[in-house]
């Protein structure tokens, strides 16, 4: 699909994207792909780890295909916690086209903003601090390497959120991100990640995990020094090393053939740099294994939960006085034909109404500075503030 974009400051009809005020149309858009969805044709909500979740998606991929679908798809959210339901769902009505890569500044909506009526961390600063200086004390003390930790910030804005229009904000301020909106039980789930867990083309696995960050600056200089910073940075080094160690020793077992970057990049988005490693993989000769199949051997990644997993998961579920629910889980899509795309739901926003809930979380290793996850937490959720058009919030408090 080509898009041309004429020259002013928002129009969501041009993009059918005012379409979203229906709470049930889904959208993931990426670099490779846009997929819009509508209607629930077939739900499955069984948890990943569950013996029978494959067997549920054969089972609803058959019943579309017996009604004449030759590729049907199911979209929706992956929890972070595997024992937890999904929600997915094979829709009524779906497309998959090519992605929105026109001139996304296009779409930025000026007028669009909110005011904060009342705001509350979860933890507040104090119980962040104490849950920080706990994760330091169990690194010390404990064969866990790495944990992330998060906050959420509750907020109650002026007036009732206008998706489409947040949602052509989300896209114009962050052109590179994977962009989502999914509506789930609890509201809708929006934003803009800098993270793919997985892309599956046929049996060409792609996974660009991030790890290490650092708040980016305004002024040129700072913002450059930041980045070497970050690039030199022994404690960020590690940090992403664990990640990609983990990714690298799930996926030999199932893959012919792997290329890794032997030093990770940096990447931007318009408010973090991270250490980006792209990992690119084909699946063994005769490999039956779902993109499911990988997302369980993968998911939660190092850069989400910590290492080793089930270690940081259980002192996650201890420490973290919130449910992550859907935040640091995935989003995305799938085909009945083996290819899809996941995107972690990190920079993200749930959003019911005047209700808005944003998470971040970032990486804790023995050299972590109990402030500087403080900053990194709060600089990571400037993605969402920006796009709601929330001026004058100092997060850092
Ligand atoms: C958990 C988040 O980000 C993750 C944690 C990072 C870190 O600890 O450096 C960097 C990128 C993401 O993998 C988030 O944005 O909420």
Redesign the pocket.
């Known amino acids: 699909m080509d898009v041309a974009f004429p020259d002013y400051d928002y129009d969501a009809e041009l993009l059918s994207l005012s379409d979203q005020h229906k709470t049930d149309l889904f959208l993931f858009n990426s670099s490779h792909n846009l997929v819009r969805a509508r209607g629930v044709s077939q739900k499955i909500e069984t948890p990943l780890s569950a013996k029978t979740f494959q067997h549920d998606v054969n089972k609803v991929f058959d019943a579309e295909q017996r009604k004449g679908i030759d590729n049907p798809i199911l979209v929706g959210a992956i929890p972070f916690d595997l024992d937890q339901p999904c929600q997915l769902l094979a829709p009524k009505w779906s497309e998959r086209v090519k992605p929105f890569s026109a001139d996304f500044p296009a779409f930025k909506d000026k007028d669009f903003s909110h005011q904060i009526i009342n705001h509350a961390f979860k933890p507040d600063h104090t119980g962040f601090v104490n849950m920080i200086e706990a994760a330091l004390l169990t690194l010390n003390h404990d064969d866990l390497k790495k944990i992330?930790l998060?906050k959420i910030l509750e907020l109650t804005l002026d007036r009732s959120v206008d998706i489409p229009r947040l949602l052509t904000n989300i896209m114009g301020q962050n052109p590179s991100a994977y962009h989502f909106s999914v509506p789930l039980e609890s509201g809708i789930l929006i934003g803009a990640s800098?993270?793919l867990l997985i892309r599956k083309e046929g049996n060409t696995l792609y996974s660009n995990?991030?790890?290490?960050?650092a708040k980016r600056s305004k002024d040129l200089q700072e913002d450059r020094r930041a980045s070497h910073a970050l690039q030199q940075s022994k404690k960020?080094q590690y940090?992403h090393r664990i990640v990609v160690d983990a990714i690298r020793s799930a996926l030999i077992p199932m893959v012919q053939s792997m290329k890794l970057e032997a030093q990770p990049s940096l990447i931007s988005t318009p408010t973090m740099w991270?250490l980006s490693t792209q990992i690119e993989a084909i699946l063994a000769k005769d490999s039956e294994l779902s993109i499911f199949d990988v997302i369980k051997q993968l998911h939660p990644t190092p850069?989400?939960c910590g290492t080793p997993t089930g270690l940081a998961h259980h002192h996650i579920s201890a420490l973290e006085p919130h449910k992550r629910g859907f935040f640091?889980g995935l989003v995305g899509w799938c085909d009945a034909q083996g290819n899809g795309e996941w995107a972690?739901a990190?920079?993200c926003a749930e959003v019911a109404s005047n209700k808005v809930r944003l998470?971040?979380?970032?990486?804790v290793v023995p050299d972590s500075c109990v402030e500087s996850e403080w900053r990194?937490?709060s600089a990571?959720m400037q993605t969402m503030i920006n796009a709601f058009g929330i001026k004058g919030f100092n997060n850092d408090d």
């Open positions: 992330v998060s800098p993270e995990p991030l790890a290490g960050s960020d940090e991270h850069a989400m640091s972690i990190i920079r998470f971040a979380g970032a990486g990194e937490t990571k």
